[in-house]
């Protein structure tokens, strides 16, 4: 079977192979690229634009666990009566996943998921989490995800970037979830984030510890543990077929756009 371990991450195209080989590959072009050096990170240069970077990125952090969980009900059996899935490995690795970013060790003991620290760290630097949980008060009272997106009051631009993973997600293929999930998050965010934990040093300690600690976090998994994992799951769904792999591909693609298109929209509030 094919697989992307034995490549950088995010770079499956860089070097097209001749045959068969070509096809059996995760193709980003130079979106993962793009989206690594965004000019957003050098605009987020004072502790208000910072908060207002957590007000709009906290709902692709809720997104995120969204994704995840679509992940699981794919891969594992999250119904009753339980029957065992036909990929037991695949099911293994997802739930070793869940377990990291739904139940996460605290620093100061305790667990909680990465949402949960996020909001936390939005609470101590005195971020607004309004808008986000009102999204959460408006599902938990029956609305639709459109409908609550609508309500809520979140930033359009992230509203936008919700409905275009949900999308996603309603698709119901189990390849396009784990291909976004996986190249459009786990592959792509310890690059991105290394750019605010820089950026944080310089900062306020007190103010910005709980929200580095979220950051750090997120490095550490995804980099040396989550996205090893998700790329072996694509590889598997995947297969020998090329119509598979050009599926996940166009997938990959598509929400590392839809990355770039939010990050082009927050920029444009400072320039």
Known sequence: MPTVE?????TAASHPATGQAADLVIHLGKGRDRLVDHPLYALIDSPDRLRRF???????VWD???LLKAMQQKLTCTSIPWLPTPDPEARRLVNEIVLDEESDELPNGGHASHFELYLESMRHAAADTGPIERLLDLIRRGESISQA?????GPAAACDFVRRSFEVIESGSTRRIVAAFTYGREDVIPDMFRHLVASLAVEDPAAWAPFRFYLERHIAHDDAKHAPVCRRIVAR??????AHW???SETARACLASRITFWDEIAATWQ
């Open 6 to 10: 034995a490549q950088p991450p995010g």
């Open 54 to 60: 957590m007000e709009h990125h906290v709902f692709a």
């Open 64 to 66: 995120f666990q969204s």
């Open 149 to 153: 997106l609508t309500a809520c009051g």
């Open 237 to 242: 769904l995947c297969g020998d077929n090329p």
């Open 246 to 248: 050009a599926e996940a």
